[in-house]
C-alpha cells in the first residue's frame, strides 16, 4: 500500500528546465522500482526514466542525456530533473512504483507544458 504524490509541473519555455518531484507514503519498504511515464492526450502512455532500488537507471531515448532520475531514501522521493526541454515533451507526467512482488502504484499526474 503506497500512495505517490507529483509536484513540480508548469509551463516552461522550450530549452527550459524543470524538476519533477514524487513523494511516497506508505510501505516504502516494499518498493522496488519506481519511474517517471508521460502521457499527452491522444497518445499511449510511455516511459521516460526508471530507476531500481540499487540506484540503476534507464531512459527512454527520446529523453537520454536531456532527463536525469534520482531518488532519495531518506526523504521518500523519487525526483526527475528535465533539461533542454522541447514541445514534444508536452504530457501529463506519472510517477510509478512496483512493490518487490510486482503491485504497481500510481501518482495522479503533474501537467508539464513546454511552449513559447
Known sequence: QVQLVESGGGLVQPGGS???SCAAS???FSINTMGWY???PGKQRELAAIITSGGITNYADSVKRRFTISRDNAKNTVY???NRLKPEDTAVYYCHAMSRRSVSYWGQGTQVTVSS
Open 18 to 20: 524543470l524538476r519533477l
Open 38 to 40: 508521460r502521457q499527452d
Open 26 to 28: 506508505g510501505s516504502i
Open 80 to 82: 526527475l530533473q528535465m
